[in-house]
């Protein structure tokens, strides 16, 4: 049953295992809830039910976890880090080059959704946690938290770049970029037959926005150093 509204839900782990034995078992569970995922869905998933699939009893479940959100809510941690430190290494490469060979840029964007989608699909039940964090309230902060730390990142990454360009500016099509990258990336992982169409699509829109982002300032410059 989802969480009554207004009802607090613990979303943390009641310990972290540090023992072999207690990891593994940790691990089974984390994998149990990804293999009932896709075969019964986020509201008739219950801890019974991944005990059972990982071949513990309740109670052993209830040493890591206090409810089956904590579960999804580690697994959308998880997911999030990686997906982060994905976006991290690209903005460190060399491929994180914006006003230069449009191109270029589209091939880059496009890969980076394409690394995106393998993170996604590389986490047990990763298609699914990726829509729990969108569409159950109780996931959704995971993503708001966590995408504060990526569009900090890329602000940081632009405005070292273009040190005059408008900071505010930057932000607001970083924010509107990732909702971009959000739904893109679950509908790659999920498989649809629109999904490179919608790859392609989104990667030169995005190379578009930003240049005209970042080189809307040079072009101010200009046009005043003449005028």
Do not use: C
């Not at 207690?22 to 995922?37: M, S």
């Not at 997911?79 to 903005?91: D, F, G, H, P, S």
């Not at 230069?100 to 980076?112: D, K, P, R």
């Not at 080189?215 to 200009?222: G, P, T, W, Y």
């Amino acid at each position: 049953m989802p969480p009554l509204s207004g009802q607090p839900i613990e979303l943390d782990p009641k310990v972290t295992p540090l023992q072999d034995r207690a990891r593994a078992t940790y691990e089974q569970i984390i994998q149990a809830t990804g293999e009932l995922l896709p075969e019964i869905g986020i509201e008739r998933l219950s801890t019974n039910m991944i005990a059972e699939r990982a071949g513990l009893t309740p109670p052993a479940l209830y040493r890591y976890f206090p409810n089956k959100y904590a579960i999804l809510s580690e697994m959308g941690r998880r997911l999030i880090t990686a997906e982060n430190q994905t976006i991290a290494e690209w903005v460190q490469s060399e491929e994180f080059a914006i006003g230069s060979n449009l191109q270029a840029e589209i091939e880059s964007f496009a890969a980076l959704l394409d690394r995106l989608r393998d993170v996604v699909l590389a986490h047990p039940g990763g298609a699914w946690i990726y829509r729990a964090m969108s569409a159950v309230p109780v996931l959704q902060e995971i993503r708001r938290r966590a995408s504060k730390d990526f569009v900090q990142v890329i602000v940081d990454a632009v405005a070292d770049d273009f040190p005059k360009v408008d900071p505010d500016r930057v932000r607001g099509a970083v924010l509107l970029t990732a909702i971009v990258n959000h739904a893109v990336t679950e509908t790659m992982a999920d498989d649809f037959p629109t999904a490179s169409l919608l790859r392609r699509e989104a990667a030169i829109m995005m190379s578009i926005y930003y240049r005209d982002v970042v080189l809307s300032r040079v072009s101010d410059d200009r046009v005043k150093r003449k005028s």
